[in-house]
Structures are given as C-alpha cells and as structure tokens.
C-alpha cells in the first residue's frame, strides 16, 4: 500500500511556512535527507519518522493513513459527534463535564472545537491552565467564568477568548445544564 510519506511531509513543512533547513535544524537531519523523503527518493526508517512526526507535533500513524489524509475540509453531522471526555475529579467524582469533538477526522488541526455541556456545579474550584488560547460561546444556560481573580458571569449568547496561560474554569451558575461551542488552539 502506497501512504505517501513524503507528500505528507512536504505538506506539513509547507503548510507552516517552513524551510528544508528549518526542519533540518530542529530534527537534526540533514537537508538533502529531509528533500529525498519529501520526494520519496528515500524509504525514512521508523525513527526518522518518529523524530519528524514529534517536530510537526502529529501522531505518527499520521503517516500510515490510508489515502491523502490531508483533507481540506470536514463534515460532522451531530448524530456522528463523538464524546472525547467526562470529566471525573480525583476523589472519583464527577465534575459534570461532557465533551463532544465536533472535528475527529481531520489531521494535524490548529484549533480543537468542543460542544462542552457542564450538567451540574462543581463543588471545588480548582482553576486550569494550559498552552493556546481559548474561545467560548454561551449556546444554552447560565455560566460563571473564572479568569485568574476574577468572576464573569455569562449568558446565552455571551462569549469569551483568553489566553489559555490564564488560570480558568467554568462552572454551571446554578445547577441548570449550560452548553458552551469551545475552541481551542495549540
């Protein structure tokens, strides 16, 4: 079967702006080795792969998808969304958080949407933070956003984009069922 690594590769490397040099620099490969596996003049072994899957921050089976893989665009009807998550704190209880991937297919994206539906109000507040940014619109319900010190509380309609270095957490206002569209960037 024919995966068509080094297309992949150079689709990747293109995709972000990049030079030969630049991906031969940060992997440590030369530049004509990285130019031969994009033209597929050459066969990389496993750790080659494993190093340039880790550079472009992609799972290496990425490289063993059937077909291009490299798609344009994605379609989810809402019977086909996928539930990625229910959030359990570490006492075994339940935070009541349901996440549902609205985007499962496409590969090597720069942001992650979420239907993120928070059934019931947490009873600690333990606040998160992580690389990216973050974007929230309020589908359905009452919300309280916490950002570092402060308290926002946010309605159906609201939004809110922040810096995902922020510490946050989002909690139901009440114990009414809040759905919130989520996206995320790396």
């Keep these: 079967m024919e995966f068509n690594i080094g297309k992949k590769i150079k689709h990747l490397r293109k995709e972000r702006k990049l030079t030969l040099q630049d991906v031969a620099t940060e992997t440590g490969f030369s530049p004509a080795l990285i130019s ?9 072994p496993i750790a080659t792969l494993s190093k340039i899957a880790r550079f472009f921050d992609i799972k290496m089976s990425f490289f063993f998808e059937e077909g291009e893989a490299i ?14 998550s229910r959030v359990i704190s570490k006492d075994g209880t339940g935070h ?11 590969s090597n994206k720069k942001m992650e949407p979420f239907l993120l539906t928070v059934s019931e109000r947490a009873t600690e507040e333990n606040l998160y933070n992580h690389e ?5 619109l309020i589908l359905k319900g009452n919300a309280e956003l916490i950002l570092d010190d402060e308290r926002f509380l946010l309605k159906e309609g609201d939004a ?5 270095s922020v510490k946050h957490r989002l909690l139901s206002k009440s114990d009414e069922t809040v759905e919130v569209l989520a996206v995320v960037t790396r």
Excluded at 160 to 164: C, E, I, K, M
């Design 132 to 136: 990216g940014e973050e974007f929230l």
């Design 36 to 44: 031969q596996i994009e033209n597929n003049n050459v066969s990389p």
């Design 160 to 164: 809110a984009y922040f810096d995902s």
């Design 71 to 84: 798609a344009k665009y994605e379609i989810v009807h809402k019977e086909d969304r996928r539930v990625v």
């Design 96 to 106: 009541g958080y349901t996440y549902e991937t609205l985007s499962y297919r496409k």
